[in-house]
């Protein structure tokens, strides 16, 4: 075929290009048109509406200087961190021992995964009445004689946080578990047999071999996991309402409060401004190392 005769690269898989025109301009107009929206108007002093009256930085400044939005982000911090950790470690080890080929596999991975069917709503209510100190976990082992015995993070203000992410991980570790489990499954099997016949401990036969190998799956548990911990909401509003006090408020609760409560549009804006700011510099450094890289390569 002559060069001439060759199809026009815009109209390769034509129909493919057509069939996906419909989830571009959902992308475009929804996604990066409702997001520049949101960062236009937050440099306004909108309140019950949206109005351009434009203010600069007026809004940033009053939200960092707020100190329900600095304990909401220390709150993210620390909940992000160990959600990301322990997500990953506990869902990791325990898809390892299930990969053993153990009996009752399939029930036991049933049991994992059920908590992730269940709403976020329905999680804090659980976990609420089970750390309630009377009723809960608390009440049950003081009635077995253990007077001494304290386990109320939900009214602790200093600890309430970790108490959110008890039923987070509760929640979400049997998905990543599926997840590793599948990565584990795709392993050949030569590999392991190569390893054991090296003499190679079992330790450092994950350490060094399985978990590189695994590096897709990781960073598919990663981007769902960093997804959960910025979007957090339903949960804290189940357990706490973002109390003792404002002790477990979350950037998204702040954002929801004072655009449908305060009713003041800008400043949410703002808010939803530093919250897409963060994911940015999360998702940037990564898609550059990511396939950056891979194209310089």
């Given at each position: 075929?002559?060069?001439?005769?060759?199809?026009?690269?815009l109209?390769?898989?034509?129909n493919?290009k057509?069939?996906?025109?419909?989830?571009?301009?959902?992308a475009?107009?929804?996604?990066?048109?409702?997001?520049?929206?949101?960062?236009?108007y937050?440099?306004?002093?909108?309140?019950?509406?949206?109005?351009?009256?434009?203010?600069?930085?007026?809004?940033?400044?009053?939200l960092?200087?707020?100190?329900r939005?600095?304990?909401?982000i220390e709150?993210?911090?620390?909940?992000?961190v160990?959600?990301?950790?322990f997500?990953?470690?506990i869902?990791f080890?325990?898809a390892?021992?299930?990969?053993q080929?153990?009996?009752?596999?399939?029930?036991?991975?049933?049991i994992?995964?059920?908590p992730f069917?269940?709403?976020?709503?329905?999680?804090?209510?659980?976990?609420?009445?089970?750390?309630n100190?009377?009723?809960?976990i608390?009440?049950?082992?003081r009635g077995?004689?253990?007077?001494?015995?304290?386990?109320?993070?939900?009214?602790?203000?200093?600890?309430?946080?970790?108490?959110?992410?008890?039923?987070?991980?509760?929640q979400g570790?049997?998905?990543?578990?599926?997840?590793?489990?599948?990565?584990?499954?795709?392993?050949?099997?030569?590999?392991?047999k190569?390893?054991?016949?090296d003499?190679?401990?079992?330790?450092?036969?994950?350490?060094f071999?399985?978990?590189?190998?695994?590096?897709?799956?990781?960073?598919?548990a990663?981007v769902?996991?960093?997804?959960?911990?910025v979007?957090?909401?339903?949960?804290?509003?189940a357990?706490?309402?973002?109390?003792?006090?404002?002790?477990?408020?979350v950037?998204?609760?702040?954002?929801?409060?004072?655009m449908?409560?305060?009713?003041?549009?800008?400043?949410?804006?703002?808010?939803?401004t530093?919250m897409?700011?963060?994911?940015?510099?999360?998702?940037?450094?990564?898609?550059?190392l990511e396939?950056g890289?891979?194209?310089?390569?």
């Amino acid at each position: 075929m002559s060069k001439s005769e060759r199809p026009n690269q815009l109209f390769r898989n034509l129909n493919a290009k057509v069939a996906s025109i419909p989830m571009v301009l959902t992308a475009l107009v929804i996604f990066v048109g409702g997001s520049a929206w949101t960062v236009l108007y937050s440099f306004t002093n909108s309140k019950l509406l949206p109005r351009l009256n434009f203010v600069g930085l007026d809004q940033y400044y009053r939200l960092w200087s707020t100190p329900r939005w600095l304990v909401s982000i220390e709150n993210l911090l620390v909940y992000g961190v160990l959600s990301l950790v322990f997500s990953l470690v506990i869902g990791f080890l325990l898809a390892a021992l299930l990969d053993q080929k153990i009996r009752f596999e399939d029930t036991f991975r049933t049991i994992f995964l059920y908590p992730f069917a269940l709403s976020f709503i329905v999680t804090g209510l659980v976990w609420q009445w089970l750390l309630n100190p009377e009723f809960g976990i608390q009440g049950v082992v003081r009635g077995l004689g253990w007077e001494s015995f304290n386990f109320d993070p939900l009214y602790n203000s200093d600890i309430v946080i970790y108490g959110i992410l008890i039923a987070a991980l509760w929640q979400g570790t049997g998905l990543i578990m599926c997840l590793m489990l599948a990565g584990l499954r795709g392993i050949d099997e030569d590999i392991w047999k190569a390893a054991r016949v090296d003499g190679i401990p079992t330790l450092k036969t994950y350490l060094f071999i399985i978990i590189p190998m695994m590096r897709p799956v990781f960073i598919t548990a990663l981007v769902i996991i960093a997804a959960g911990i910025v979007k957090v909401y339903d949960l804290v509003v189940a357990q706490t309402s973002g109390g003792p006090g404002i002790a477990s408020e979350v950037p998204a609760k702040y954002v929801y409060d004072y655009m449908f409560f305060a009713q003041n549009l800008g400043q949410g804006f703002a808010a939803s401004t530093m919250m897409l700011l963060s994911v940015v510099v999360v998702i940037v450094p990564w898609a550059y190392l990511e396939f950056g890289g891979k194209k310089r390569g």
